[in-house]
């Protein structure tokens, strides 16, 4: 399973080097994230009104070729692992030629907004536990 | 009373304008604000653990000059109007050479978290209410 | 004439009181502002490419009802004034329900970006002259 | 050799979770490393003026601990690589108690404006190349 989301480069998100600044990315990856996780049913608003929340843990990117402003680009995300209590999604960013500009991951877990510390997806939201499961065994 | 508050312009702040891109100057005002409020003795972050809110509810901006990487800029910020419900700040943002590059203001009222309906000051904050009405009193 | 651009909010144009940081509207303004213009027949990317920029000069900001994530808005733009030289944008920000949450302004210039000083667009861009001149005297 | 950068979150930085929004971390480190080259004496801004550009070509950040509106930070900065072209900065971001809040690192090339292809920096900037491999050579 994977997700795929298109936009336009915004002209706030290019800096001074003449193209997107690369902090960006992250946020477009949040959004392919966000995307994906509504495509499997779940909703990340409603998950936070429930009290929870799914923390970025770790973040790693590979810049291979600037997006630019007037650029059409495409998100695909998939989730590439997830063991019951970490998952992580999978994120490449693409142009209208379908060349590939940047690759990355996050991995996530979910907490309680009180306590902030990791709990057992199964145990606070079953069903999701069973869709991300299958999701990862059927593979990409 | 005024505050002034100084920084070194962030490259991530620019746009492929060559220079700072006309949003940040709203994230400024807001350090400004900040540093403004804690001056008069009233911590923003304590404020919004008690479960209040000082939304914006207008803003206005003229930009003279553009702000670029490299510059250091000043914001000076001061109290403008207050009547008990609704506060505007005025404020200045210059370079090292004493250049005024964007004026603005933005006014906001206090709300509860949960309501978000304004409320009188005095009635949540007197303390504030008062120390606001005398720097208002008493001019920039 | 106006143009009406639609998107989901993203997560992180939202901050700690739990709704849209006020500084991204002039954000989603410059989407609608781009699209606008594009819709006319007219490629700000291009311009650029000829070495002209569209500062923006002045903003104005009222803030109604805050944008939440989840929401997917849509930003109205018209043309509001063109007087040869300088030209105002006028937006409106509103959710699913047609509610407006904000309402706001910006007036640019045309400049060549060695010089950041305004020119007669009749004198650069004389198509683009033309087309403004004749939305806003066909009102909006 | 290390540079130490301090400033107060800003309240545009946080995200409905209540805490700083993963993005901006990348957004400090390019705070950092700026300083950190400024303190080696070679300004990045300079830099630009010649027509160089120093591109991100890979990050990777591990949030151990969210940083708060309220909190006052400080990024450390060192150059953990250096082979001639390739230049690995690596970050520590943390708060007034001294806990690591997020650690990460972001390779760069040097590139010319134009061409946007990697150059051996000994030809370009000697200086800085001399510079920078002793500071490799000496450790952190």
């Known amino acids: 399973m994977k997700n795929e989301t298109s936009f336009a480069v915004r002209y706030a998100e290019t800096?001074?080097?003449?193209?997107?600044?690369?902090?960006?990315?992250?946020v477009w990856f949040e959004v392919g994230r966000t995307n994906f996780m509504?495509?499997?049913?779940?909703?990340?608003?409603?998950?936070?009104?429930?009290?929870?929340?799914?923390?970025?843990?770790?973040?790693?990117?590979?810049?291979?070729?600037?997006?630019?402003?007037?650029?059409?680009?495409?998100?695909m995300t998939t989730l590439a692992e997830y063991n019951?209590?970490?998952?992580?999604?999978?994120?490449?960013?693409?142009?209208?030629?379908?060349?590939?500009?940047?690759?990355?991951?996050?991995?996530h877990t979910i907490v309680?907004?009180?306590?902030f510390k990791p709990v057992r997806l199964r145990n606070v939201l079953p069903d999701m536990h069973d869709t991300y499961k299958r999701i990862v065994e059927e593979g990409l």
Chains 1, 2, 3, 4 share one sequence.
């Open 84 to 107: 019951g209590i970490r998952m992580t999604y999978y994120y490449e960013v693409s142009n209208e030629k379908s060349e590939i500009l940047v690759k990355g991951n996050t991995s």
């Open 15 to 26: 800096d001074q080097m003449g193209v997107v600044h690369h902090s960006n990315y992250l």
């Open 38 to 75: 509504n495509a499997t049913g779940f909703n990340y608003a409603e998950l936070e009104k429930n009290g929870m929340l799914a923390p970025v843990i770790d973040a790693n990117l590979q810049y291979i070729q600037p997006a630019k402003y007037g650029d059409h680009v495409t998100i």
């Open 112 to 115: 309680k907004k009180e306590a």
